[in-house]
């Protein structure tokens, strides 16, 4: 037998090397952000930028009353709802339509529309039909949500490679198999693009929906304390936001890394090609 | 000659189809007759663009004849019809092409396993089969890769064996070894023969390498320019086993050479 040469995951090995000293620079701009924060609210009085440690206490403070949680809570429910309703018929369509290439081409038109058309002016219509509750909310962040994903997923499976498929055929796979074993995995890529543009665009929407009507939420947090002249209450219900959509960054993050872990990592694209 | 051939070719002719408000496309093969028997090793070497690919294809019906016969085990393709094809022939013949084709998200051992998990036949022997595959090429600790952590030499290996595992009568072999180094393709030439001696299945392997034809085949057929004929036939007697690395100091082999050379434009 000849020898030939060892493949080596040494790839990730340096990735993460490289992940530790860029940690250390993260850090350092946070730092500079808040110090720049801070200088703000000198200049401009805590009145109208509330500071860095004022905000801090009173996120704290709102933590352990669980008022902050309680609103949260009630964000992230409609945000994930409204995700899942929005993006599972979105993954859903394009493989169902797949073989149905005329039904595409008629509903491109009225897809590509609903992608361009300014979801968040919609909230006011969706109270108008679903009232101020939960319902307004869920339906404004699946409409979202379902445009971003429909054409990452049309796009994943338009780019199926037609010689993986011929290779299947040929070894005994029917339409199914094929559907399952090639299409879907080779779409799971762009569906995740989809899926990681659309994550912050539900939280987003589910506050902008509270911001209009609603009596609970991190939206109406964001309202109520700006009616108060309350900037401190605003920025802490800013930051509880933002880390809703960071910790769903991290879920895309982890859900991707162990359902993509077949993928070469970036710098051997180029050798993957070959 | 009682016994009517595996798969014969009459007349075979090939044009792609045009777009509208073109002039049809010339002709890539044209009035092509051969057959192949049963557990025979042909090899095709014909010149780059002389449509070697496009026979292959039809010959697995992955892409349909503009005229002509096809014929396996005495059924007829269809001609001049796309939709009517049977890919594969419900996996009597097997098709190794010019890339490796392998799936990137199944790990090697997946990718070998998948004919049989498609073909609902994954037991405890075809499992076994697979892996003794794998030992044979020296695919051996690599069962868990993916496709993007193996060398060009062992993923051709694994696109190899994937077809091998479900044992198809008839194999295509589309210049499998062409984009690798002349070591490594030497190894996969010796594994190839061992594994058909095993077997004795009938294989069609196209090349560009003359040795290569000469070391392989029981007969070598000679392609011509596009659109493509037969240009010769050659009949190879050299005794196997073969040794491979020594083949070209067999006294048959320089004669077989030059004669085939010199059809070869």
């Given at each position: 037998?000849?020898?030939?040469?060892?493949?080596?995951?040494?790839?990730?090995?340096?990735?993460?090397?490289?992940?530790?000293?860029?940690?250390?620079?993260?850090?350092?701009?946070?730092?500079?952000?808040?110090?720049?924060?801070?200088?703000l609210s000198f200049v401009y009085g805590t009145y109208w930028?509330?500071?860095?440690?004022?905000?801090?206490?009173?996120?704290?403070?709102?933590?352990?009353?669980?008022?902050?949680?309680?609103?949260?809570?009630?964000?992230?429910?409609?945000?994930?709802?409204?995700?899942?309703?929005?993006?599972?018929?979105?993954?859903?369509?394009?493989?169902?339509?797949?073989?149905?290439?005329?039904?595409?081409?008629?509903?491109?038109?009225?897809?590509?529309?609903?992608?361009?058309?300014?979801?968040?002016?919609?909230?006011?219509?969706?109270?108008?039909?679903?009232?101020?509750?939960?319902?307004?909310?869920?339906?404004?962040?699946?409409?979202?949500?379902?445009?971003?994903?429909?054409?990452?997923?049309?796009?994943?499976?338009?780019?199926?490679?037609?010689?993986?498929?011929?290779?299947?055929?040929?070894?005994?796979?029917?339409?199914?198999?094929?559907?399952?074993?090639?299409?879907?995995?080779?779409?799971?890529?762009?569906?995740?693009?989809?899926?990681?543009?659309?994550?912050?665009?539900?939280?987003?929407?589910?506050?902008?929906?509270?911001?209009?009507?609603?009596?609970?939420?991190?939206?109406?947090?964001?309202?109520?304390?700006?009616?108060?002249?309350?900037?401190?209450?605003?920025?802490?219900?800013?930051?509880?936001?933002?880390?809703?959509?960071?910790?769903?960054?991290?879920?895309?993050?982890?859900?991707?890394?162990?359902?993509?872990?077949?993928?070469?990592?970036?710098?051997?694209?180029?050798?993957?090609?070959? | 000659?009682?016994?009517?051939?595996?798969?014969?070719?009459?007349?075979?002719?090939?044009?792609?189809?045009?777009?509208?408000?073109?002039?049809?496309?010339?002709?890539?093969?044209?009035?092509?007759?051969?057959?192949?028997?049963?557990?025979?090793?042909?090899?095709?070497?014909?010149?780059?663009?002389?449509?070697?690919?496009?026979?292959?294809?039809?010959?697995?019906?992955?892409?349909?004849?503009?005229?002509?016969?096809?014929?396996?085990?005495?059924?007829?393709?269809?001609?001049?019809?796309?939709?009517?094809?049977?890919?594969?022939?419900?996996?009597?013949?097997?098709?190794?092409?010019?890339?490796?084709?392998?799936?990137?998200?199944?790990?090697?051992?997946?990718?070998?396993?998948?004919?049989?998990?498609?073909?609902?036949?994954?037991?405890?022997?075809?499992?076994?089969?697979?892996?003794?595959?794998?030992?044979?090429?020296?695919?051996?600790?690599?069962?868990?890769?993916?496709?993007?952590?193996?060398?060009?030499?062992?993923?051709?290996?694994?696109?190899?064996?994937?077809?091998?595992?479900?044992?198809?009568?008839?194999?295509?072999?589309?210049?499998?070894?062409?984009?690798?180094?002349?070591?490594?393709?030497?190894?996969?030439?010796?594994?190839?023969?061992?594994?058909?001696?095993?077997?004795?299945?009938?294989?069609?392997?196209?090349?560009?390498?003359?040795?290569?034809?000469?070391?392989?085949?029981?007969?070598?057929?000679?392609?011509?320019?596009?659109?493509?004929?037969?240009?010769?036939?050659?009949?190879?007697?050299?005794?196997?086993?073969?040794?491979?690395?020594?083949?070209?100091?067999?006294?048959?082999?320089?004669?077989?050479?030059?004669s085939i050379r010199a059809q070869v434009q």
């Amino acid at each position: 037998m000849a020898t030939w040469e060892r493949v080596d995951g040494r790839a990730r090995t340096r990735q993460a090397g490289g992940s530790l000293r860029s940690r250390g620079d993260q850090l350092l701009a946070l730092v500079i952000l808040l110090a720049i924060w801070q200088g703000l609210s000198f200049v401009y009085g805590t009145y109208w930028v509330g500071s860095p440690w004022g905000v801090a206490t009173r996120l704290a403070s709102s933590v352990l009353s669980g008022e902050i949680l309680r609103h949260a809570s009630y964000t992230l429910i409609e945000a994930v709802a409204g995700f899942l309703i929005g993006a599972i018929p979105a993954v859903g369509l394009p493989f169902a339509l797949r073989r149905l290439p005329i039904v595409t081409a008629i509903l491109d038109p009225f897809m590509v529309g609903g992608y361009g058309a300014p979801k968040l002016a919609l909230a006011p219509l969706f109270i108008l039909w679903f009232g101020i509750g939960i319902e307004s909310k869920i339906a404004l962040v699946a409409i979202t949500v379902f445009f971003i994903v429909y054409f990452s997923a049309l796009a994943g499976v338009r780019a199926l490679d037609a010689k993986l498929v011929q290779m299947a055929q040929v070894m005994g796979a029917n339409e199914r198999d094929v559907a399952r074993h090639i299409v879907f995995p080779g779409a799971v890529p762009y569906i995740f693009t989809g899926l990681r543009i659309a994550m912050p665009y539900s939280i987003g929407g589910a506050v902008i929906a509270e911001l209009i009507s609603a009596n609970r939420g991190l939206g109406y947090l964001i309202q109520l304390s700006a009616m108060n002249f309350d900037t401190t209450g605003v920025f802490a219900a800013l930051v509880a936001t933002t880390c809703i959509v960071f910790m769903g960054n991290c879920s895309v993050d982890a859900a991707e890394r162990r359902l993509l872990r077949w993928r070469p990592p970036p710098e051997l694209n180029m050798q993957a090609g070959s | 000659m009682a016994v009517p051939p595996l798969l014969e070719v009459r007349d075979l002719s090939k044009r792609f189809a045009t777009r509208a408000g073109r002039d049809p496309s010339s002709w890539v093969i044209q009035q092509l007759s051969f057959s192949v028997h049963d557990g025979e090793f042909l090899t095709i070497i014909g010149p780059s663009g002389s449509g070697k690919t496009t026979l292959l294809n039809m010959l697995a019906q992955i892409d349909s004849a503009s005229d002509g016969e096809v014929r396996f085990q005495s059924v007829t393709a269809p001609i001049n019809d796309p939709k009517a094809l049977n890919p594969g022939l419900s996996c009597k013949i097997g098709y190794v092409t010019q890339e490796d084709n392998l799936l990137p998200w199944r790990t090697t051992l997946e990718n070998v396993l998948f004919p049989l998990t498609v073909q609902g036949r994954l037991n405890e022997q075809t499992r076994a089969r697979a892996q003794m595959l794998i030992g044979a090429v020296g695919l051996t600790g690599f069962e868990k890769h993916y496709p993007h952590e193996l060398s060009g030499g062992m993923r051709k290996r694994a696109s190899l064996i994937r077809t091998l595992v479900y044992d198809p009568p008839v194999i295509l072999m589309d210049e499998p070894f062409g984009a690798l180094d002349a070591q490594t393709r030497t190894q996969l030439q010796e594994d190839l023969l061992r594994l058909w001696n095993l077997g004795r299945k009938t294989i069609v392997f196209v090349t560009h390498d003359i040795t290569e034809a000469i070391a392989l085949g029981d007969r070598t057929l000679v392609l011509s320019k596009s659109p493509a004929r037969i240009a010769g036939e050659h009949r190879n007697a050299i005794p196997r086993p073969r040794d491979i690395r020594g083949i070209m100091t067999h006294q048959d082999f320089p004669a077989l050479y030059q004669s085939i050379r010199a059809q070869v434009q």
